[in-house]
């Protein structure tokens, strides 16, 4: 990625276009009421219960909350990998009810095509989207995310955060509204980690996506957001709403800040009260 990549308040558009269709309007996600019950012969098992959120448009929203306890299956349920078993998922006032291209998901496994390039792994979502310009976009988001050099490269010839880069332009290819971003810097160390965390601002500030991101990381959620959910042991339910108001650009110098510190503390407190809960009731 470029150095000017990496300034979240870079002037004008770098990217050929590449954030030519992206909008401020679309990205309206509507969560009502939503419980997510999984289940097959031996039982059945709540995920999710009772969960009502609205998020705005190119709002950064990051999801908190212990292991086990339904981020995945939320994120997944906006995706429309699953479906909701009571309550509705809407995007832009559309009900989901699968997959498409207007969501664009992003791993803790890079789970790139190991057998095409990385300029095939970018290039194939708008090829399949009848995009007219495939390759253009292909090429504009390889730029993008500072990795045109490496076009012709395999997967496996790419250092863990370049994968992960590539992974991120093959997600917005598609012009998605929304970006649903699980852990997705997870398997990086921790250098890397915050670097990707600025190159994200970056690419977020110019593209307008609207973008929900699962973390275990508090830091990194109050570096990111614009608004911190925290969700309750299982079956998970939002049980704090916090608003980052930590000015943007961000920087990592930012985290010593009273306004970060304070936010990330209370974000601690929610989700230790939330343990010592679920701990206490794993005893009765
Ligand atoms: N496909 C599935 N079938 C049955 N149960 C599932 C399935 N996917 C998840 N679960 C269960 O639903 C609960 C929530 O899982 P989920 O993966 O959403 O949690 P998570 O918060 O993302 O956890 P982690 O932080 O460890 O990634 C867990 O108890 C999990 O075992
Ligand atoms: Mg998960």
């Known amino acids: 990625m470029t150095t000017s990549m990496a300034k979240q308040d870079a002037e004008g558009s770098s990217l050929n276009g590449a954030s030519k269709r992206s909008s401020s309007d679309r990205g309206l996600i509507e969560i009502d009421d939503v419980k ?4 097959d012969k031996t039982g059945s098992h709540t995920a999710v219960d009772s969960t009502t959120i609205t998020i705005k448009p190119r709002e950064f929203v990051c999801l908190l909350g212990p292991s086990g306890c339904g981020k995945s299956t939320l994120l997944s349920a906006i995706a429309g990998f699953v479906e ?10 559309e009900l989901i009810d699968g997959p498409g291209p207007d969501r664009g998901m992003v791993f803790q496994q890079y789970s790139l095509l190991p057998w095409k390039t990385i300029y095939q792994n970018i290039e194939m979502g708008p090829r399949l989207a009848n995009d007219i310009e495939a390759s253009k976009t292909a090429n504009s988001f390889l730029e993008m995310v500072g990795l045109s050099k490496y076009r012709d490269h395999y997967p496996v010839q790419l250092s863990g955060g370049m994968q992960q880069r590539v992974g991120i332009a093959r997600a917005l290819a598609t012009y998605p509204s929304v970006m649903l971003m699980d852990e997705p810097f997870g398997a990086l160390d921790a250098q890397t980690r915050l670097v ?3 190159n994200l601002l970056s690419i977020w500030n110019e593209f307008g996506t609207t973008v929900v991101f699962v973390t275990h990381d508090v830091d ?13 042991a299982s079956p998970g339910r939002i049980i704090a ?6 000015p943007r650009p961000r920087l990592q110098s930012m985290s010593t800040r009273e306004d970060f510190t304070k936010l990330k503390l209370k974000c601690l407190e929610v989700i230790r009260a939330e343990s010592m809960r679920a701990f206490e009731m794993q005893n009765t």
């Open 196 to 198: 990707m965390q600025e």
């Open 36 to 39: 997510v019950v999984y289940g």
């Open 84 to 93: 909701p078993s009571d309550g509705t998922v809407k995007l832009d006032g």
């Open 220 to 232: 990194e959620a109050v570096f990111l957001s614009d608004r911190i959910l925290v969700m309750s």
């Open 241 to 246: 709403d916090l608003k980052n108001d930590v």
